[in-house]
């Protein structure tokens, strides 16, 4: 956090976006109005609670929203899911295709609540620990965590089919999305 | 966007990266010049027209230039494909890896027009929308939609193998990938 | 950089982290104190040498260190391999599910260090240049080269398992991760 001494109180009426700090500087006094040149930024949650055990969320609206009031013009856009059994990604909004990845996603790394890899039944290690989500943290590492968007002209700087997904791979709880906006 | 109101118009020679700004402020009157601080930034579109229906296309030297131009001595560089069907990856120039991977993503997730995923001859849902590229969607995912690039001293932040790829996966037309850098 | 023409020199007290720059303006000049408004950031290599060809370490608590170094309290923290037989990724510190990945990118890329991709023995393209480590360049390729992590108010913003990890898959020698900060 930069903080600039400025001539008069009476600017901080033409710098809008330039913050007025009333704290004390070094020694207790504040002699001259102080400002904060910041960055902008932003923070966000989005939260889910898909009813089933896999799910994809189109969110770009509410990521568009979110470019909105953070007013910044340029800058960059990170969307992560907080949780290590759920993706974000961004493709298209087409049903079928959806189906082609959950489908793709299971034969990849299929779903197994089974415990012992080198049985006939196979099974994973991580549901030892009485988890059966074991495969949905796979799945996740093909779709990824993140995205990081473009931000121009205050708008998500996307190609004409951009779509921007969170995917649950082990819903029926509430589970969470971040938005962090920087830039100017 | 943020405007600061400064002593004079001669301090403006002194700070070549500070713009001057000759709107009024709020009320109309402009009774100090105005000067806004920015972080840099620079957004850039790559076009490719790659021939074929897969090619892997080393873009570094185009990301070093946009770099170079940017002047931008530490920030972040954002490199994306714009469609959905391709991929901004970074890894080896080497051809026998570049084979490697093309043959390894069509065992992942074969080409295959037909739209009957349950039939012998298989296939995708989102083919059946006469489109019959779902492969590449699924290619796409696992290579990645972009790279974040840190920017240090002026140029890209490189282990000493990296280098940037545009990766097409359904081509024979025009596309784009976008790279915007945000910094200082 | 941006420089700009402060009123005087006292104030500088007051804006410690502004930096006050000596070096003359255009003309050789130096008739007011220049202050410099930097967006902070901070640039640091982590070095491994895992013993195995193949290794999974968690890096969390010196990302954690570097963000505290740096200072910054909203921006975003860039973290990623500097070599193309590796990778950083998010998810879950548990030894069963780190076997999972492992057996998991084995299956789907497994080791050779054939080169006769034709051949019954399979092989790599790659690995006629004299590696043997195509395997490894097919595997970062689905864990991720790097991850974007959010900072707020100081600190890394994560959801409750989210663990940064360092995946080896060429060991055997001196390697590096990049961490990358930019903020305010």
Redesign the interface.
């Known amino acids: ?7 008069g109180r009476r ?1 901080a ?6 913050r007025y700090d009333r704290r004390p ?2 020694g207790g006094k504040l002699r ?1 109005p ?2 904060t ?3 902008k ?1 932003l ?1 966000q949650e989005l939260w889910f609670d898909v009813p089933d055990r896999r799910g994809y969320l189109n969110i770009t609206a509410e990521v568009r929203d979110a470019v909105a009031r953070s007013d910044v ?4 856009c ?1 969307v ?5 059994t759920a993706s974000v ?4 909004d ?4 959806i ?3 959950d ?2 996603l299971e034969k ?2 299929p779903f197994n609540a089974g415990s012992v ?1 080198s049985s006939s039944i196979g099974g ?6 009485g988890e059966d989500n ?1 495969d949905a ?2 799945k ?11 931000i ?1 002209d205050g708008e998500l ?6 779509q921007i997904f969170y995917a649950e791979f082990d819903g029926r709880r509430k589970k ?1 999305a ?1 938005i ?1 906006i ?3």
């Open positions: 956090m930069r903080t600039l001494a400025l001539p600017a009426s033409r710098v809008p976006s330039v500087g070094p001259v102080r400002y040149l910041v960055m930024h923070r013009r340029h800058g960059l990170l992560n899911a907080m949780h290590i990604y961004i493709n298209d087409e049903p079928g295709l189906r082609d990845y489908d793709w990849l790394a890899p994973y290690h991580h549901n030892r620990t074991a943290h796979l996740r590492q093909v779709m990824g965590r993140e995205v990081v968007v473009a121009t700087d996307f190609g004409p089919w951009e969470r971040l962090k920087i830039g100017e």
